[in-house]
């Protein structure tokens, strides 16, 4: 049953690329505060889930409120300023460096650039924020991303399969931050192909196929 | 507006001056073009000045292309569009940072054609000078239309080939315009008629790309 | 009814006041005491050129920016300025074409500089680059965004390119229905002729337009399966 405080709430959600449905009619309500993690096998939906949360991609048919802004009437450059995006692709300018990166959101956003040290230190790239992005390698890149949501503080993250391409070490500093996250208040929903790996958090997982949710934990 | 404008502009410049694109790639290739204009032309018509309006401008021309091919590519990929995307910028300060700083690299080719155009197509060097003004706000009317138009294309099937069928014809009035101005400040001649179609021009550009450009980045 | 009524009877007026501009201009009224029976295309040039730069490339416009108002916006209008723009290729083509034939033994050339001629062979290449740039999206929305803002570009730049290719350079004549005071310059069949000519010509566009729209919609129909199938489908990978 929705609550008055979800970040999320979709009912039957469709959205078509090309009249293909990428979702097929997704209801599915997430309260504010909580870790949630999106699983399913290749093309079940996940990414375009996460990236109709983020308003990147338009609902075809169906309602939905994502951090109290409709997603078919609603102001979605609003909603875009209030989620905060990692995708499993590369996500700044290569050939900037991660300080100059971290600079030009904080501006973009106004934000204080003086965050900028303490959020590069908490992510372990201080040795790093000279160094051009293309130079770094693709779990430094991650951290880079996830900086980059320090930075910002979205009350919703929207993360689309961080754990690739980590080492161990890595996967537990994701799930340290993630933890450190939602117990300050946000909202995160996280793709993974094995839910597994995040269970030290005990997430709330939501199981995709056919773009629509087919089993639920909660 | 202005704020995301001079934000947009200055990490488009940055990102310049750090790959250097403009300077080992773009600049050659607009070098080496005007040279082999001259040499379509042959050697008794090659140093001919009355040429020169023109072959800078087609020149010029070819490498606004490249650049405004360059511009769209700064924001990669699907990746970094998604992530920019949600900084919820104006999208018109986003338009108007992408000109300013396509027009500065176009005024810096540019001075640079102008230049060779002086050296190898025997161009006055005063009337090059007099001329300057009107280059200068030709380039600006391109960077302009080259913005909208590299925001048109981006992304889509040969994306690459597409921008010049786009883009070309829309050229042709800042083309003549521009041509016709420079030579006006070479040999003598009205200005002001061409002066209306650049300033009508940029006005244009810059009014549909203000008003439209969010559109152009709707998901 | 009136609207069906009209429909149906949009094809027969059509064909009759054409083949009234045909028997008029080739048989009725009488050769120019200068251009001999070369002006028998003056019946057909300017109406097309008419159809080509005012009504089919407006439509375009109009309902491009029918679509990008969130109001007004809508696939039907979108459909409507692809299939105006279209249309506009084939006027345009016929304008340059027909202005060809009469400009081989007038100017001595099939081709010259002129202000009019430059800046229709430009809108032809906008329009042609408008139906290119249809093809490089298969998605719909963001095709028909694109073509719209493109569109409203091309109606922008139509006025910059006539003024400058005509303070660049003009041999065509200048007025030759109307002086600047509106005053008639073409008299008895001719006049007849002449204006039959345009309502022919325009109601052809509007024809042709409409037989356009109807050929697209039945091409969207049938390579896109309903959303019904398409979800059922698509619902079908996830079943247990």
């Not at chain 3, 809108?123 to 249809?134: E, I």
Request: with cysteine.
């Amino acid at each position: 049953m929705a609550g008055d405080l979800d970040v999320v709430r979709l009912r039957d959600a469709v959205v078509l690329s090309n009249g293909f449905p990428l979702l097929s009619g997704v209801d599915l309500d997430i309260p504010s505060g909580s870790l949630n993690v999106v699983t399913g096998a290749n093309g079940a939906g996940k990414t375009s889930l996460l990236r109709l949360l983020a308003g990147l991609v338009a609902l075809s048919t169906g309602t939905g409120t994502v951090a109290g802004i409709d997603l078919i009437e609603g102001d979605q450059r609003q909603l875009r300023r209030r989620v905060g995006w990692l995708g499993h692709e590369g996500s700044f300018y290569n050939d900037l460096s991660v300080r100059e990166n971290l600079v030009f959101a904080a501006r973009a956003l106004e934000r204080p650039t003086s965050d900028i040290e303490s959020v590069v230190e908490r992510v372990g790239l201080a040795h790093r924020v000279d160094t051009t992005t293309k130079k770094l390698s693709a779990g430094q890149r991650r951290r880079l991303g996830l900086a980059w949501l320090l930075l910002r503080r979205p009350e919703l993250w929207l993360l689309d399969e961080p754990y690739a391409s980590l080492d161990d070490s890595g996967r537990t500093f994701f799930d340290d931050l993630l933890g450190d996250v939602v117990a300050g208040g946000a909202t995160v929903v996280v793709s993974a192909h094995d839910p597994l790996r995040s269970s030290a958090l005990r997430p709330r997982t939501i199981l995709l196929a056919g773009g629509r949710v087919v089993r639920d934990s909660a | 507006m202005i704020r995301v404008a001079l934000l947009v502009a200055a990490k488009d410049l940055r990102i310049e001056l750090r790959s250097r694109v403009l300077l080992w790639q773009v600049v050659p290739f607009g070098v080496m073009a005007l040279l082999l204009s001259g040499l379509a032309l042959g050697p008794d018509h090659a140093g001919n000045s009355s040429a020169g309006p023109g072959l800078f401008y087609l020149v010029t021309l070819f490498v606004a292309l490249l650049m405004i091919n360059r511009s769209q590519a700064i924001e990669g990929t699907p990746g970094t569009k998604a992530s920019i995307a949600t900084l919820g910028l104006d999208p018109a300060g986003v338009f108007l940072g992408k000109s300013l700083a396509l027009a500065v690299e176009l005024w810096v080719t540019g001075l640079v054609l102008l230049g060779g155009a002086v050296l190898v197509l025997h161009t006055a060097l005063h009337g090059a000078l007099v001329a300057l003004p009107s280059i200068l706000v030709t380039l600006g009317a391109m960077s302009a239309a080259g913005t909208l138009y590299g925001a048109i294309t981006a992304g889509g099937d040969g994306s690459a080939t597409l921008l010049p069928v786009l883009t070309l014809p829309a050229f042709a009035p800042l083309l003549i315009a521009g041509e016709r101005s420079f030579s006006s400040a070479l040999h003598g001649g009205a200005l002001w008629e061409w002066w209306v179609i650049l300033a009508v021009a940029l006005a244009a550009y810059l009014a549909v790309g203000i008003l439209l450009y969010g559109v152009l980045e709707e998901s | 009814m009136m609207k069906q009524l009209s429909q149906r009877l949009l094809g027969p007026v059509t064909l009759v006041l054409l083949a009234l501009t045909f028997w008029l201009g080739l048989w009725i009224t009488p050769p120019d005491k200068i251009q001999g029976n070369l002006v028998r295309l003056l019946y057909v040039h300017p109406a097309v050129a008419w159809v080509a730069l005012y009504v089919s490339f407006g439509t375009a416009t109009i309902a491009s920016a029918l679509y990008l108002w969130k109001r007004t916006r809508s696939f039907v209008v979108d459909r409507i300025a692809y299939c105006a723009m279209e249309v506009s290729v084939v006027f345009i083509g016929l304008t340059l074409i027909t202005g060809s034939i009469w400009g081989r033994p007038t100017w001595g050339v099939w081709w010259a500089w002129d202000a009019r001629l430059t800046s229709t062979a430009i809108l032809g290449v906008l329009a042609l680059g408008y139906l290119a740039l249809r093809r490089a999206n298969d998605d719909p929305a963001l095709r028909a965004r694109r073509s719209a803002v493109f569109a409203i570009l091309s109606a922008i730049n139509v006025p910059i390119i006539h003024f400058s290719v005509q303070w660049w350079k003009t041999l065509h004549q200048g007025a030759t229905v109307f002086t600047s005071t509106r005053t008639l310059l073409v008299h008895g069949s001719m006049a007849w002729t002449l204006l039959i000519s345009f309502l022919g010509f325009t109601l052809l566009f509007f024809w042709l337009l409409r037989a356009r729209y109807r050929l697209e919609v039945q091409r969207e129909t049938m390579t896109s399966a309903t959303l019904d199938e398409a979800l059922a489908s698509r619902r079908s990978e996830g079943a247990f």
